[in-house]
């Protein structure tokens, strides 16, 4: 018995390194091979961005599925290490296809999303140096919406930063205090920046959440959480809408199919119209 326990240390060791590498295998990048007719096609990439523990696998099959759909096609992956440095790898030859951006975090289990904050930003400053990028649409899960929505009201103005075009957040956290807990330090900080909008900008703001039946939560991000958003964005010009999904996890917002349609015909329909996924087809 006394040697089966000294393996032990040894298996554990071994199935947490064979997590990390199997979480890591992100989808290839693809062509587009197959183009709809109901589907605008511009050179404006969308980056896919995980929630806290967020791997390779929250958005592989998705990404297959909008490749075969028509939608677009992955061209880059962008893994952040745990130094917070981006690391690109893919080709991307700037074409108006649809491009799609998987986006990695080493570090996925960090505190908050503060760090995240910073990564996220820092990825858009090199996609404009290096691939010119000058707009971008997001699609992020959980704190990586949360992060999201931070960088964009605090950085978004800067001219090294590419100018946000869609942003879908699929169960995002914004404001995490409790009632009779203290302020969300973070929320308030992002109230306050709302000042930073232009008053001409032409950003579009989805903000989906989940339920579960007869609770007012998806399980993991109770619904007042996600709805804070709207008295941050309810005085500026920026396009806002929130779309409730009931019977919907939160680990559904981005692995359900019903979901996938809703994001393809949400970012890239001809109509560029938020439909809504209890009636999206096709």
């Given at each position: 018995?006394?040697?089966?326990?000294?393996?032990?240390?040894?298996?554990?060791?071994?199935?947490?390194?064979?997590?990390?590498?199997?979480?890591?295998?992100?989808?290839?990048?693809?062509?587009?091979?197959?183009?709809?007719?109901?589907?605008?096609?511009?050179?404006?990439?969308?980056?896919?961005?995980?929630?806290?523990?967020?791997?390779?696998?929250?958005?592989?099959?998705?990404?297959?599925?909008?490749?075969?759909?028509?939608?677009?096609?992955?061209?880059?992956?962008?893994?952040?290490?745990?130094?917070?440095?981006?690391?690109?790898?893919?080709?991307?030859?700037?074409?108006?296809?649809?491009?799609?951006?998987?986006?990695?975090?080493?570090?996925?289990?960090?505190?908050?999303?503060?760090?995240?904050?910073?990564?996220?930003?820092?990825?858009?400053?090199?996609?404009?140096?290096?691939?010119?990028?000058?707009?971008?649409?997001?699609?992020?899960?959980?704190?990586?919406?949360?992060?999201?929505?931070?960088?964009?009201?605090?950085?978004?103005?800067?001219?090294?930063?590419?100018?946000?075009?869609?942003?879908?957040?699929?169960?995002?956290?914004?404001?995490?205090?409790?009632?009779?807990?203290?302020?969300?330090?973070?929320?308030?900080?992002?109230?306050?920046?709302?000042?930073?909008?232009?008053?001409?900008?032409?950003?579009?703001?989805?903000?989906?959440?989940?339920?579960?039946?007869?609770?007012?939560t998806d399980g993991s991000v109770p619904v007042q959480q996600v709805r804070?958003?709207?008295?941050?964005?309810?005085?500026?010009?920026?396009?806002?809408?929130?779309?409730?999904?009931?019977?919907?996890?939160?680990?559904?917002?981005?692995?359900?199919?019903?979901?996938?349609?809703?994001?393809?015909?949400?970012?890239?329909?001809?109509?560029?119209?938020?439909?809504?996924?209890?009636?999206?087809?096709?």
């Open positions: 018995m006394t040697l089966k326990w000294h393996w032990l240390p040894t298996v554990v060791i071994g199935s947490w390194l064979s997590y990390r590498w199997v979480s890591r295998l992100a989808v290839a990048p693809q062509p587009l091979t197959v183009r709809r007719s109901d589907v605008r096609y511009d050179r404006t990439p969308t980056l896919f961005i995980p929630g806290w523990g967020g791997h390779a696998w929250t958005y592989n099959r998705l990404l297959r599925w909008l490749a075969q759909q028509g939608y677009g096609h992955k061209v880059l992956t962008v893994r952040v290490d745990w130094r917070g440095n981006p690391h690109f790898v893919g080709h991307w030859d700037g074409l108006a296809t649809n491009p799609l951006i998987q986006v990695l975090f080493d570090h996925s289990l960090t505190r908050d999303y503060q760090p995240q904050i910073g990564w996220i930003t820092q990825i858009l400053r090199v996609l404009k140096q290096r691939y010119g990028v000058t707009a971008y649409n997001a699609v992020a899960h959980s704190w990586g919406g949360s992060a999201a929505i931070h960088s964009w009201l605090l950085h978004g103005q800067a001219t090294d930063l590419p100018q946000l075009r869609r942003l879908l957040l699929l169960g995002a956290p914004v404001d995490e205090s409790v009632t009779g807990g203290p302020a969300d330090v973070a929320y308030q900080r992002l109230r306050a920046a709302g000042h930073h909008l232009r008053a001409n900008g032409r950003e579009t703001v989805i903000n989906v959440y989940g339920t579960l039946t007869g609770r007012q804070a958003l709207r008295p941050v964005l309810a005085a500026s010009s920026v396009v806002y809408r929130e779309i409730h999904v009931p019977r919907t996890s939160h680990g559904q917002l981005h692995a359900s199919p019903r979901m996938w349609r809703f994001i393809g015909k949400t970012i890239w329909g001809d109509n560029q119209k938020a439909a809504n996924p209890n009636s999206v087809n096709g």
